[in-house]
């Protein structure tokens, strides 16, 4: 182990032990935690910093399964629910409920000693069967060098002059349904008048945008130029800047849409005590840094912007009018419509 | 004592049933499970729901949605068959002229690139086809298009996708088809007056007919089943059945998925079955 890294687990372990030494654990310590996660740089990060705090206090080793798509995640819980294989996972909150409802999930229990770091957690991050770790706002990416009259609104998205050069989620990614949502937002309505997003959706498709099953493809769009504008958040616009790309985010005037994400424990987990010691990691001041620090979101917990350096710290500080302006979308109305919603979309986007 | 015949038949079976076991457990069995979820309603929290029901194929086969989507999976198997098979025949028809070692070679060769990921040579495309791909850097440079062409996502893509990966399934299989004719049965038609024309569909045609069949079972299912190359070259709006099945899964709709796969399974069946029946090397003229 390099010093740098040594002196990094050291300082994590140090932030683990304490609510360790006081919490009582039910079953025994498991050589090793399963946690279902994205892979690349996300993974890297959860490797680096929670995964290291874990292993460093109690030698946990974490095996991070990384192959299944988020959505896959839940199916692969679904059909473990008898002889839980997994201990903990990530989602965004959008496919929480969908958790919930499938009823792959266990509900947090505040009162837990293991779950000490709740209570510097911002109340809105804390959810009946998940805890953000992160959190972000979708709005506009547009490259400042191929476009003449920046955008201002989710609305400039259907401008005729993008014709063919949008990039955005299709309906099977992670956020593809907030689009029905954003269309009735762009064109004046409630965010879940879903025929006003579906009449916009229609509207979109007469610009031919490019549709992308995942966040990297959005970013590879907009470096390659395949795309000027389109769908994306504030995060990642920093990760194609840094790719030499001139691109700007812009907060929507409709509002930016709101996402997070986090952790839950796996229903039927023979290990809940030690994945609840994981899920507190993951909202450890000390550990939601490496996250900043790839990506650019900020913490959810209140003493993690503290913890980085200002620069870092003031790129990713939301200001008060902004975080007011965010919108929320009900993502259980949005859960409870996903198969009717697919299906509405592929009628419009995939019938040609 | 068992005599020595029958005993050699319970070994032969003893042998077939470590395989056809796998089979059984690993195929047969799992394809019933996926008919009988098929049958049922969807539910909110379980795999499916407790009414039997057809409703999942009446909604599949009545919707002119879905209807649609089948005729664009067909059309595009059709596609890639002709121009797999005119390509592929030419192809293997001079591959097999060529001695034995060199056709090995060549043979090898055309696996090279099948040897890289689907993922990977999709990506490759996207770069090739991309605005800023080469195709069109090419055709700029040449003066031919002012601005870039949009040559991704769409069907031609896919199609010049799926082509790479299945050619050579299709040369490999008339190539060794071909090589097993014996030339004296050209020979012999040619010296007994037939052009070459001739000879080749009353003769080369119907012998390597077996290896024609197979290379188009082998393209027409793979094809079917594209999922990757189909999506990333694409996009939604070249959506096929498969892309369906995976839509159903991400809602949770594991019983509309189900029926969806075995309309495709279906489909695979009503298409081989008369690709089957190609194979008639019988069908050749040979001197008796």
């Known amino acids: 182990m390099r010093r740098r890294s040594f002196l990094k687990s050291a300082a994590l372990a140090g932030a683990a032990a304490l609510p360790l030494a006081r919490a009582g654990f039910a079953a025994d310590k498991p050589a090793e935690i399963v946690v279902m996660t994205w892979g690349g740089l996300w993974g890297n990060a959860l490797k680096d910093g929670v995964d290291a705090a874990i292993e460093a206090a109690s030698g946990i080793k974490v095996l991070q399964d990384r192959g299944a798509s988020p959505v896959e995640r839940i199916t692969k819980l679904k059909i473990n629910l008898d002889h839980q294989t997994f201990d903990a996972f990530q989602l965004h909150d959008g496919l929480w409920p969908l958790a919930v409802k499938e009823g792959v999930v266990e509900p947090i229990d505040p009162a837990s000693p293991r779950l000490g770091n709740l209570k510097n957690v911002y109340p809105r991050f804390i959810h009946s069967h998940w805890v953000a770790q992160i959190f972000s706002a979708i709005g506009i990416t547009y490259n400042t060098k191929l476009v003449k009259t920046p955008p201002a609104a989710f609305a400039d998205l259907w401008r005729p002059e993008f014709k063919g050069r949008i990039v955005l989620p299709d309906i099977t990614h992670s956020i593809g349904p907030d689009i029905i949502a954003i269309g009735a937002l762009a064109a004046g309505k409630d965010a879940k008048d879903a025929d006003a997003g579906f009449e916009m959706l229609k509207r979109m498709v007469g610009q031919q945008p490019i549709w992308v099953k995942d966040t990297d493809s959005i970013m590879n769009a907009f470096r390659d130029e395949e795309a000027v504008i389109g769908l994306l958040y504030t995060s990642q616009t920093f990760t194609v800047q840094g790719w030499g790309t001139p691109v700007k985010w812009v907060f929507p005037a409709e509002g930016a849409i709101a996402i997070s994400w986090g952790t839950g424990i796996a229903k039927n987990t023979k290990n809940k005590d030690w994945a609840e010691v994981y899920l507190n990691l993951t909202l450890d001041a000390k550990t939601q840094p490496f996250f900043t620090k790839a990506f650019n979101y900020p913490g959810t917990n209140k003493g993690s912007l503290a913890e980085l350096p200002p620069e870092l710290q003031a790129r990713v500080r939301y200001s008060d009018d902004e975080l007011k302006r965010l919108v929320e979308l009900d993502q259980s109305f949005m859960a409870d419509h996903r198969a009717e919603w697919t299906d509405r979309w592929n009628r419009i986007v995939a019938a040609g | ?288």
Not at chain 2, 11 to 29: K, Y
Not at chain 2, 66 to 78: F, Q, S, V
Not at chain 2, 254 to 275: D, E, G, N, T
Request: net charge positive; with cysteine.
């Open chain 2, 1 to 288: 004592m068992v005599p020595r015949v029958v005993a050699r038949k319970y070994a032969a079976f003893a042998l077939l049933l470590p395989p056809l076991a796998f089979f059984l457990v690993f195929f047969v069995c799992p394809l019933g499970y996926l008919f009988f979820v098929s049958l049922h309603a969807p539910s909110e929290s379980e795999l499916y729901g407790a009414r039997l029901t057809l409703a999942n194929y009446g909604a599949i086969l009545g919707d002119g949605f879905y209807l649609a989507i089948i005729r664009r999976t067909l059309l595009l198997a059709a596609a890639i068959l002709a121009l797999a098979l005119v390509l592929g025949y030419a192809t293997a028809y001079l591959i097999a002229l060529l001695p034995q070692r060199l056709r090995l070679w060549l043979l090898l060769l055309l696996f090279f690139p099948l040897m890289v990921s689907n993922v990977i040579r999709a990506y490759g495309w996207i770069a090739i086809l991309g605005r800023r791909g080469l195709v069109n850097a090419l055709l700029g440079w040449l003066g031919l298009s002012a601005a870039p062409l949009p040559l991704l996502y769409g069907f031609s893509a896919v199609t010049l996708g799926l082509m790479t990966i299945l050619l050579p399934y299709m040369i490999v299989s008339i190539v060794n088809a071909l090589a097993a004719i014996d030339r004296q049965y050209e020979e012999a038609a040619r010296s007994l007056g037939a052009g070459p024309w001739r000879t080749f569909f009353r003769v080369t045609l119907p012998l390597s007919s077996p290896g024609v069949a197979s290379g188009m079972l082998l393209v027409f299912l793979l094809t079917l089943s594209a999922y990757v190359t189909v999506t990333l070259l694409g996009g939604p709006r070249t959506k096929i059945l498969v892309s369906l099945v995976y839509d159903a899964t991400t809602s949770f709709e594991w019983p509309r998925a189900a029926a969806l796969a075995f309309v495709l399974l279906v489909l695979a069946l009503a298409v081989s079955a008369p690709v089957f029946l190609l194979r008639r090397p019988d069908r050749a003229e040979l001197p008796r």
